[in-house]
């Protein structure tokens, strides 16, 4: 599955993140935010695939608000305020000029959001590939 092989590098990637330590550069810092942004974007496709191929018919054209709404129902995902906490960063990457913000949202990736990406791994290959 495209969606899934697709999200499972970009979480690879993302992993890289501990590699790196405050002080950031500016090169440094917009790459690290840039990595969570592809997870996190790579993350909620392949939910909205999954759920479709499993007859959510809500998922064909949900926003991701409502992929990780239908995913919190489904079971797919566990904790639904982390994921929307987690929207929220994505929806803040274009605002990463500001140094508090991309700050912010790699402190939120090392402490948080790595391991939602890890869970939903997890899930997705226990119960819902096919």
Known sequence: MKKYDNFCA????????YHYQEPYDNVTMTGLVG???ICFEQAWKMMKEILEQHGYEIAATGSPKLIIK???QSSMILDEDMWLAA???RNNVSHSYNSEIALDIIRQTKEHFFGLFDA???TIEANWLE
């Open 70 to 72: 239908t995913a919190y």
């Open 120 to 122: 939903l791994k997890k």
């Open 87 to 89: 929207l929220q960063a």
């Open 35 to 37: 990595l969570y942004s």
């Open 10 to 17: 970009a979480f690879t990637n993302l992993a890289d993140i």
